[in-house]
């Protein structure tokens, strides 16, 4: 395996600017350029930075018709000259704005260039207004994306196949808005996985489930070393392990807003149209959490625990009947998972949705993935850290790492209690987002420090939350 052994071993190849009047190197005006990928959005996203006294937006003039085109490749590798594998090559990235602009000098100044991406530009220029029948949610997406945003030779689209055929139609909608649309709807083949996600990479897009991410092997290992141990922060990527130079706690769960959003359990109250008749479905948490995969081991919140409150004894609401039962449901239990009070969703439904005749059928099963995917989705909004990195560019969304957290533990003489990592919090993370930030160290030898940001969650612990006894039964 090749080894990077230097962070600041990176040539820009190019960062070019195509306008009307002719292409410009930016290289020698670059202050920063940071590109972003995030599995919770569409496209990619990038800043600029450049300081110059040329006045460039005017030259041009820069006026958001102009496109960038970005190469860079990392040339300090141990033991390999083919770079085509360790680049930072996005697709074309479109410039959105010019917004912190100001006077660095009499006659010289600094502005931040935002861009986006082509996948995106291509979208907002264009509307889908059509009916799909008796195709999966995947061939659908697959098909939107091929015509509305990318040829088929252009950039590769990977899709996981979905479950269920489906009769729809969307309604003029945005192409990434549509994809979005279907992605709420989309049911995993053959699991339980209802969080379908569409987002864009350096390499690539993809339409794949949480699901599907969460089983994937760790790529890295972070841990915490001294700078001694590793200058670069890079030194052992051929073992499989990498440094963080800092590490910062964003979130470790929000219970209220747990409980209010519907992730531990919630109800659904369908009704059917056409009939007149209403269904009530209770969402129960914890049942899920078992059909699931994770990147961690156990729920964040023990499952068989009492609310400590007075609420939590007061019989649930009951909206309608139940699916199969005629006979209304009093529900009494005091579990998390039981509270199907906390979040309550209305939502229509009925078996000829879409219907040009009297003989078609197609429901569209809302109690199948409506509270479902509203729940797998919020418990990857809970355990979140951002790990400064050196640049390292196999590093992508979606893929998975291991990440030692260190324990803030005192170690007792004997060493009895030493406990130099946090049980609960080291394990498997999926990377949400990376930022990949580019600096010019020098003006003189133009060298350049590439880093990375990286925003990694799991959505359970590792070590198993023991049952909590109530304070009303001690």
Known sequence: ???????????????????????????????????????????????????????????????????????????????????????????????????????SAPKAQVFTIELISEQYMSSIHSKVSRSYNNKTISSIVSDIYYDYLY????????????????????????????????SKRAIQKESAGINYLFYETLDNSNFISLNKLSERSPLFKLVQKIRKADSTGVETLAQGEQRYNDIHFMSHFDKAKNAMTGMYASKLITHDILRKKITQYDFNGYNEFVKLNHVGTYPIISSSSDVDVKSASVPRTTFAPPEKDNNFPVTTERSLSHMTDSRVIFYPKHDQMYSKNRNDLYDNKAEEWRVQRIAQMK?????????????????????????????????????????YYDKNLSGTYLITTVKHKFHNLTSKDNKIEYTMSLEVVKDAFEDIIVNRTSRKEK
């Open 379 to 419: 418990a990857y909004d809970n355990i979140i850290f951002i790990v400064d990195i050196a640049g390292n560019s196999t590093l992508r969304v979606g893929q998975t790492v291991d990440l030692e957290i260190p324990s803030p533990e005192a170690t007792d003489s004997d060493k009895s209690s030493d406990n």
């Open 1 to 103: 395996m090749e080894n990077q052994v230097n962070v600041t071993d990176v040539k820009i190849k190019k960062l070019a600017i195509k306008s009307a009047i002719a292409d410009f190197d930016l290289r020698p005006f670059m202050v920063e350029l940071t590109i972003e990928e995030n599995i919770f959005k569409t496209s990619l996203t990038g800043t600029m930075v450049l300081s110059e006294s040329y006045n460039l937006p005017e030259k041009f003039p820069i006026v958001g018709e102009e496109v960038i085109d970005i190469d860079i490749s990392l040339t300090g590798l141990d033991g390999g000259a083919n770079e085509t594998h360790h680049t930072v090559n996005p697709p074309p990235m479109h410039i959105n704005t010019i917004s912190s602009r100001w006077f």
């Open 151 to 182: 040829g088929d030779n252009d950039r590769e689209l990977l899709v996981e196949a979905t479950d269920r055929i489906e009769n729809i139609v969307i309604p003029n909608m945005e192409p990434l808005q549509a994809i979005v649309w279907l």
